[in-house]
Nanobody
Framework: VQLQASGGGLVQPGGSLRLSCAAS????????LAWYRQAAGKQRELVAR???????DYADSVKGRFTIARDNAMNAVYLQMNNLKPEDTAVYYC??????????WGKGTLVTVSS
């Protein structure tokens, strides 16, 4: 499985960004697609996850502000981020977890929230 993320950038507090991630390869094996983030000096953390069965999970810190969506074929996942805060600044990574219990990661995309 290969994952390609895009959509990061610089945005002012209160602004919005939309991240996209395209999956390719053994897409049939993907059970979930997710977004993680890692801020400077901090551990990588789960932001949101969408499963093949339709379940959606969010970190408490982004509930009500971020929305994850995936297409039915599990070949793309999106993260709509609204009302962004400086503490959302991080490198965001697309993640795919397969039926074989293996994680795949895309290259990160930097999101900077600053005035």
């Amino acid at each position: 499985v290969q994952l390609q993320a895009s959509g990061g950038g610089l945005v002012q507090p209160g602004g919005s960004l939309r991240l996209s991630c395209a999956a390719s390869g053994s897409i049939f094996s993907i059970n979930s697609l997710a977004w993680y983030r890692q801020a400077a000096g901090k551990q990588r953390e789960l932001v949101a996850r969408a499963t093949r069965s339709g379940n959606l999970d969010y970190a408490d810190s982004v509930k009500g502000r971020f929305t994850i969506a995936r297409d039915n074929a599990m070949n793309a996942v999106y993260l709509q981020m609204n009302n962004l805060k400086p503490e959302d600044t991080a490198v965001y990574y697309c993640n795919g977890w397969t039926m074989y219990g293996r994680d795949y990661w895309g290259k990160g995309t930097l999101v900077t929230v600053s005035s």
